[in-house]
Protein backbone atom coordinates (compact mmCIF):
# COMPACT_ATOMS: atom_id res chain seq x y z
CA UNK A 1 0.00 0.00 0.00
CA UNK A 2 1.06 3.99 -0.51
CA UNK A 3 1.38 6.71 1.07
CA UNK A 4 -0.30 9.73 -0.85
CA UNK A 5 3.79 11.08 -1.19
CA UNK A 6 4.65 7.95 -2.65
CA UNK A 7 1.75 7.83 -4.94
CA UNK A 8 2.41 11.18 -6.15
CA UNK A 9 5.92 10.69 -7.11
CA UNK A 10 5.29 7.06 -8.54
CA UNK A 11 2.85 8.98 -10.92
CA UNK A 12 4.90 12.04 -11.59
CA UNK A 13 2.53 14.61 -10.04
CA UNK A 14 2.37 16.68 -7.15
CA UNK A 15 0.53 15.74 -3.46
CA UNK A 16 -1.42 18.83 -4.32
CA UNK A 17 -2.64 17.54 -7.43
CA UNK A 18 -3.52 14.06 -5.65
CA UNK A 19 -5.94 15.79 -3.46
CA UNK A 20 -7.10 18.32 -6.17
CA UNK A 21 -8.01 15.24 -8.36
CA UNK A 22 -10.09 14.37 -5.42
CA UNK A 23 -11.81 17.46 -4.67
CA UNK A 24 -12.69 16.89 -8.70
CA UNK A 25 -14.06 13.44 -7.79
CA UNK A 26 -11.73 12.08 -10.51
CA UNK A 27 -9.70 10.04 -8.22
CA UNK A 28 -11.62 8.21 -5.75
CA UNK A 29 -10.47 8.82 -1.90
CA UNK A 30 -9.62 5.54 0.30
CA UNK A 31 -10.74 5.37 3.62
CA UNK A 32 -7.86 6.22 6.44
CA UNK A 33 -6.26 3.02 8.35
CA UNK A 34 -5.96 2.52 12.14
CA UNK A 35 -3.34 4.65 12.03
CA UNK A 36 -5.37 7.57 10.31
CA UNK A 37 -3.55 7.40 6.93
CA UNK A 38 -4.97 7.31 3.66
CA UNK A 39 -3.11 3.87 1.68
CA UNK A 40 -3.39 3.98 -1.88
CA UNK A 41 -3.42 0.59 -4.17
CA UNK A 42 -1.08 -0.11 -6.99
CA UNK A 43 -4.43 0.37 -9.64
CA UNK A 44 -4.34 4.68 -7.88
CA UNK A 45 -1.11 4.81 -9.65
CA UNK A 46 -2.52 3.88 -13.05
CA UNK A 47 -5.53 5.68 -12.82
CA UNK A 48 -3.39 8.47 -11.76
CA UNK A 49 -1.17 8.46 -14.85
CA UNK A 50 -4.29 8.45 -17.17
CA UNK A 51 -5.59 11.55 -15.28
CA UNK A 52 -2.18 13.26 -15.44
CA UNK A 53 -1.85 12.30 -19.57
CA UNK A 54 -5.27 13.52 -20.17
CA UNK A 55 -4.91 17.01 -18.27
CA UNK A 56 -1.63 17.40 -20.06
CA UNK A 57 -3.07 16.95 -23.45
CA UNK A 58 -5.31 20.57 -22.41
CA UNK A 59 -8.36 18.36 -21.77
CA UNK A 60 -10.53 19.85 -19.25
CA UNK A 61 -10.72 17.97 -16.53
CA UNK A 62 -15.00 17.85 -16.73
CA UNK A 63 -13.91 16.12 -19.98
CA UNK A 64 -11.04 13.37 -18.17
CA UNK A 65 -13.93 12.20 -16.43
CA UNK A 66 -16.47 11.25 -18.90
CA UNK A 67 -13.32 9.52 -20.78
CA UNK A 68 -12.64 7.49 -17.82
CA UNK A 69 -16.14 6.50 -17.34
CA UNK A 70 -16.12 5.30 -21.28
CA UNK A 71 -15.58 1.94 -23.23
CA UNK A 72 -12.79 1.94 -25.63
CA UNK A 73 -14.71 2.59 -28.89
CA UNK A 74 -16.37 6.03 -26.80
CA UNK A 75 -12.76 6.57 -25.87
CA UNK A 76 -11.28 6.85 -29.17
CA UNK A 77 -14.25 8.74 -30.45
CA UNK A 78 -13.78 10.87 -27.48
CA UNK A 79 -10.12 11.34 -28.19
CA UNK A 80 -10.07 11.78 -31.91
CA UNK A 81 -12.47 14.70 -31.36
CA UNK A 82 -10.06 16.85 -29.10
CA UNK A 83 -6.86 16.04 -31.20
CA UNK A 84 -9.40 18.03 -34.13
CA UNK A 85 -9.61 20.56 -31.39
CA UNK A 86 -6.32 21.00 -30.45
CA UNK A 87 -5.31 21.10 -34.07
CA UNK A 88 -7.28 23.88 -34.44
CA UNK A 89 -6.21 25.88 -32.06
CA UNK A 90 -2.60 24.89 -33.16
CA UNK A 91 -3.63 26.78 -36.42
CA UNK A 92 -5.21 29.48 -34.88
CA UNK A 93 -2.40 29.99 -32.58
CA UNK A 94 -0.10 30.40 -35.78
CA UNK A 95 -2.04 32.88 -36.94
CA UNK A 96 -1.72 34.73 -33.82
CA UNK A 97 2.33 34.29 -34.46
CA UNK A 98 2.27 35.54 -37.88
CA UNK A 99 0.10 38.61 -37.27
CA UNK A 100 2.43 39.18 -34.41
CA UNK A 101 5.59 38.93 -36.28
CA UNK A 102 4.01 41.14 -38.96
CA UNK A 103 3.96 44.00 -35.77
CA UNK A 104 7.59 44.53 -36.57
CA UNK A 105 7.13 44.51 -40.09
CA UNK A 106 6.00 48.07 -40.82
CA UNK A 107 3.84 48.49 -43.79
CA UNK A 108 3.15 45.16 -43.58
CA UNK A 109 1.37 44.83 -41.02
CA UNK A 110 -1.98 46.52 -42.17
CA UNK A 111 -1.34 46.16 -46.35
CA UNK A 112 -1.08 44.16 -48.81
CA UNK A 113 2.22 42.98 -50.71
CA UNK A 114 1.61 45.02 -53.61
CA UNK A 115 0.71 48.43 -52.08
CA UNK A 116 4.10 48.32 -49.98
CA UNK A 117 5.92 47.46 -52.87
CA UNK A 118 4.50 50.13 -54.39
CA UNK A 119 5.70 52.75 -50.96
CA UNK A 120 8.71 51.25 -51.52
CA UNK A 121 9.57 52.12 -55.08
CA UNK A 122 8.16 56.01 -54.40
CA UNK A 123 10.68 56.28 -51.59
CA UNK A 124 13.21 54.24 -54.12
CA UNK A 125 12.75 57.53 -56.19
CA UNK A 126 13.26 59.95 -53.43
CA UNK A 127 9.67 61.19 -52.68
CA UNK A 128 9.29 62.45 -49.42
CA UNK A 129 8.02 60.16 -46.84
CA UNK A 130 5.23 62.02 -46.00
CA UNK A 131 3.87 62.23 -49.35
CA UNK A 132 4.16 58.53 -48.66
CA UNK A 133 2.55 58.27 -45.52
CA UNK A 134 -0.19 60.20 -47.37
CA UNK A 135 -0.51 57.36 -49.59
CA UNK A 136 0.04 54.76 -47.11
CA UNK A 137 -2.85 56.38 -44.94
CA UNK A 138 -5.07 56.59 -47.88
CA UNK A 139 -4.69 52.52 -49.16
CA UNK A 140 -4.98 51.16 -45.53
CA UNK A 141 -8.99 51.81 -45.47
CA UNK A 142 -8.86 51.64 -49.32
CA UNK A 143 -7.50 47.88 -49.13
CA UNK A 144 -9.65 46.95 -45.65
CA UNK A 145 -12.73 48.12 -47.60
CA UNK A 146 -12.38 46.57 -51.18
CA UNK A 147 -9.64 44.18 -50.89
CA UNK A 148 -10.25 42.24 -53.96
CA UNK A 149 -9.25 45.01 -56.16
CA UNK A 150 -5.97 46.29 -54.81
CA UNK A 151 -4.17 44.40 -57.26
CA UNK A 152 -6.20 46.11 -60.51
CA UNK A 153 -5.06 49.09 -58.67
CA UNK A 154 -1.70 48.57 -58.10
CA UNK A 155 -1.22 47.83 -61.77
CA UNK A 156 -2.19 50.76 -62.58
CA UNK A 157 -0.15 52.83 -60.23
CA UNK A 158 2.81 51.25 -61.39
CA UNK A 159 1.56 51.79 -65.30
CA UNK A 160 1.37 55.71 -64.21
CA UNK A 161 4.39 55.57 -62.21
CA UNK A 162 6.37 54.63 -65.14
CA UNK A 163 5.52 58.41 -66.52
CA UNK A 164 7.89 60.82 -65.06
CA UNK A 165 5.46 63.41 -64.80
CA UNK A 166 3.57 62.02 -62.28
CA UNK A 167 7.43 61.25 -60.26
CA UNK A 168 7.39 64.98 -60.90
CA UNK A 169 4.05 65.80 -59.18
CA UNK A 170 5.28 63.64 -56.02
CA UNK A 171 8.25 65.24 -55.82
CA UNK A 172 7.05 69.31 -56.25
CA UNK A 173 4.39 68.21 -53.39
CA UNK A 174 7.07 67.24 -51.47
CA UNK A 175 9.12 70.34 -51.93
CA UNK A 176 5.67 72.47 -50.83
CA UNK A 177 5.82 70.36 -47.84
CA UNK A 178 9.06 71.09 -46.79
CA UNK A 179 8.62 74.36 -46.42
CA UNK A 180 5.84 74.23 -44.42
CA UNK A 181 7.89 75.39 -41.09
CA UNK A 182 10.26 77.63 -43.04
CA UNK A 183 12.26 79.89 -41.38
CA UNK A 184 9.82 83.08 -40.15
CA UNK A 185 12.14 85.30 -42.05
CA UNK A 186 11.77 83.49 -45.10
CA UNK A 187 8.35 82.61 -44.65
CA UNK A 188 6.76 85.37 -47.24
CA UNK A 189 9.44 84.37 -49.73
CA UNK A 190 8.71 80.51 -49.15
CA UNK A 191 5.38 81.01 -49.86
CA UNK A 192 5.34 82.95 -53.25
CA UNK A 193 7.76 79.99 -54.29
CA UNK A 194 5.00 77.55 -52.84
CA UNK A 195 2.37 79.45 -54.80
CA UNK A 196 4.28 79.42 -58.05
CA UNK A 197 5.36 75.62 -57.69
CA UNK A 198 1.85 74.43 -57.03
CA UNK A 199 0.33 76.28 -60.15
CA UNK A 200 2.93 75.30 -62.24
CA UNK A 201 2.43 71.75 -60.81
CA UNK A 202 -1.68 72.24 -61.41
CA UNK A 203 -1.54 73.01 -65.35
CA UNK A 204 0.96 69.57 -65.50
CA UNK A 205 -0.89 67.70 -63.34
CA UNK A 206 -4.58 68.89 -65.38
CA UNK A 207 -3.01 68.10 -68.82
CA UNK A 208 -1.31 64.93 -67.55
CA UNK A 209 -4.64 63.62 -66.13
CA UNK A 210 -6.67 64.50 -69.38
CA UNK A 211 -4.00 62.64 -71.50
CA UNK A 212 -4.99 59.98 -69.25
CA UNK A 213 -7.99 60.02 -69.79
CA UNK A 214 -8.92 60.62 -73.11
CA UNK A 215 -6.21 57.47 -74.36
CA UNK A 216 -7.36 55.35 -71.28
CA UNK A 217 -11.05 56.07 -71.14
CA UNK A 218 -12.93 57.25 -67.77
CA UNK A 219 -13.26 53.61 -66.67
CA UNK A 220 -9.45 53.20 -66.52
CA UNK A 221 -9.46 53.53 -62.26
CA UNK A 222 -13.41 52.76 -61.26
CA UNK A 223 -14.20 54.13 -58.38
CA UNK A 224 -17.34 54.59 -58.83
CA UNK A 225 -18.99 52.76 -56.00
CA UNK A 226 -17.14 54.33 -53.38
CA UNK A 227 -19.48 56.58 -51.17
CA UNK A 228 -19.16 60.36 -50.96
CA UNK A 229 -18.53 59.59 -47.22
CA UNK A 230 -15.18 57.51 -47.57
CA UNK A 231 -14.39 59.81 -50.25
CA UNK A 232 -14.51 62.97 -47.71
CA UNK A 233 -12.38 60.63 -45.36
CA UNK A 234 -9.80 59.67 -47.59
CA UNK A 235 -9.57 63.35 -49.22
CA UNK A 236 -9.29 64.80 -44.77
CA UNK A 237 -6.65 61.90 -44.51
CA UNK A 238 -4.55 63.08 -47.57
CA UNK A 239 -5.03 66.79 -46.80
CA UNK A 240 -4.12 66.72 -42.83
CA UNK A 241 -0.99 65.04 -43.89
CA UNK A 242 0.18 67.75 -46.62
CA UNK A 243 -1.61 70.78 -46.42
CA UNK A 244 -0.21 71.92 -49.74
CA UNK A 245 -2.61 68.94 -51.32
CA UNK A 246 -5.99 71.06 -50.94
CA UNK A 247 -4.51 74.45 -52.19
CA UNK A 248 -3.48 72.15 -55.27
CA UNK A 249 -6.73 70.72 -55.66
CA UNK A 250 -8.21 74.04 -55.75
CA UNK A 251 -6.32 74.82 -58.35
CA UNK A 252 -6.67 71.65 -60.36
CA UNK A 253 -10.60 72.66 -60.07
CA UNK A 254 -9.46 75.91 -61.85
CA UNK A 255 -8.38 73.76 -64.76
CA UNK A 256 -11.20 71.81 -65.08
CA UNK A 257 -10.88 69.02 -62.81
CA UNK A 258 -12.14 68.34 -59.19
CA UNK A 259 -11.42 65.82 -56.43
CA UNK A 260 -8.60 64.11 -55.12
CA UNK A 261 -9.70 60.48 -54.05
CA UNK A 262 -12.15 60.64 -56.75
CA UNK A 263 -11.50 62.67 -60.18
CA UNK A 264 -14.22 64.22 -61.61
CA UNK A 265 -14.08 66.48 -65.02
CA UNK A 266 -15.99 69.04 -65.26
CA UNK A 267 -17.38 69.76 -68.57
CA UNK A 268 -17.60 73.11 -70.39
CA UNK A 269 -15.27 74.97 -68.11
CA UNK A 270 -12.21 75.87 -69.48
CA UNK A 271 -8.73 75.51 -68.76
CA UNK A 272 -7.74 78.48 -66.58
CA UNK A 273 -11.40 79.71 -65.66
CA UNK A 274 -9.88 81.65 -62.42
CA UNK A 275 -8.63 84.58 -64.97
CA UNK A 276 -11.59 85.30 -66.59
CA UNK A 277 -13.73 85.28 -62.87
CA UNK A 278 -15.16 82.27 -63.49
CA UNK A 279 -13.85 80.44 -60.57
CA UNK A 280 -16.34 77.59 -59.24
CA UNK A 281 -18.14 77.30 -61.73
CA UNK A 282 -19.67 74.09 -63.08
CA UNK A 283 -21.42 72.52 -65.88
CA UNK A 284 -24.26 70.25 -64.40
CA UNK A 285 -22.68 67.91 -67.03
CA UNK A 286 -19.65 65.78 -65.28
CA UNK A 287 -17.41 63.49 -66.51
CA UNK A 288 -15.58 60.88 -63.69
CA UNK A 289 -12.32 59.85 -64.39
CA UNK A 290 -11.57 57.67 -61.22
CA UNK A 291 -7.80 57.30 -59.75
Request: charged content about 35%; cysteine-free; hydrophobic content about 40%.
Amino acid sequence: MLTIGELASYAGVTVRAVRHYHAKGLLPEPERDHSGYRRYGAGAVVELIRIRTLAEAGIPLARVRELLQADEEEFAVAVAEIDERLRAEIRARQRHRERIARLAAGDHLVLPREVVEFLDRLRALGVDERIVQVERDGWIPLAARSPERVPEWMARKREQLADPRLVDFYRTLGRALARTGADPRSVASAEADEAAELAALADELADYIAELADAQGDDYVDDADIEPPFVKLMDTLAFDTAPPARRLMELLKERGWSGWTKLERVDGQARGAAGTGQEGQEDTGVRRFRR
